[in-house]
């Protein structure tokens, strides 16, 4: 096991032997971290969250309670995860089926933010800074900036890196931070 000194584990959570904890993670209430989990620096998981064997958490990810971070789920560094967000492994499970060879990578970008009660269908990915509302289904990939609602999730915008929502197309400038953005029909990139 590598969990690093400066960790904060409560009594009732269990990281499994060889489980990896970053520097400065706090790990809360009733949360089970498997044996192969690599979780990074500066994190910290709420009451209730489970991680599987085939998961790799980046640096200062939060992940809000009553989460479950299932095998070959990968969270880059800055994503938030909001209470009781789902994730999938497998596309079409069935309880009399063993399906874990079949497991789909899931991807989620740098800084992008999962709201309360959101799912993400395995196999996508969730571009950097992308925003998913609260309830929201997502079943396709996300471009990076992207505000995805709704079920299915339909984009309804575009995200700032500081949280806040675009507005206008072609060269717009965020009117919280003033970062700048090049907006088109389908795509946004940071300038």
């Known amino acids: 096991m590598s969990i690093d000194p400066t960790a904060k584990i409560h009594d009732s959570a269990i990281v499994d032997e060889g489980a990896s904890v970053g520097a400065n993670t706090r790990i809360w209430h009733f949360v089970h971290v498997s044996p192969q989990a690599r979780i990074g620096s500066g994190c910290s998981l709420g009451q209730n ?3 599987g064997n085939d998961v790799t958490i980046g640096d200062n990810v939060r992940i809000q309670n009553n989460v479950s971070v299932f ?3 990968r969270l880059e560094d800055d994503v938030f995860c909001g209470p009781s967000m789902v994730f999938t492994n497998v596309y079409n499970p069935r309880s009399a089926i063993s399906r874990k060879d079949e497991y789909r990578e899931t991807w989620v ?4 933010t999962l709201g309360a009660n959101c799912t993400i269908v395995c196999g996508n990915e969730i571009g950097a800074h992308a ?3 609260a309830g929201a289904v997502v079943n396709q990939p996300v471009p ?7 079920v299915p ?6 995200m700032c890196s500081c949280g806040v929502q675009l507005k206008g197309a072609g060269d717009v400038t965020c009117g919280s931070c003033g ?7 389908w795509v946004c990139t940071k300038k």
């Open 153 to 158: 999730a339909k984009r309804k915008g575009w």
């Open 131 to 133: 925003f998913i509302g």
């Open 109 to 112: 970008r740098k800084g992008a």
């Open 179 to 185: 970062s700048k953005y090049q907006i088109t029909d």
């Open 144 to 150: 990076p900036y992207a505000l995805m609602v709704g």
């Open 71 to 73: 095998d070959a789920v």
């Open 49 to 51: 969250v489970y991680v």
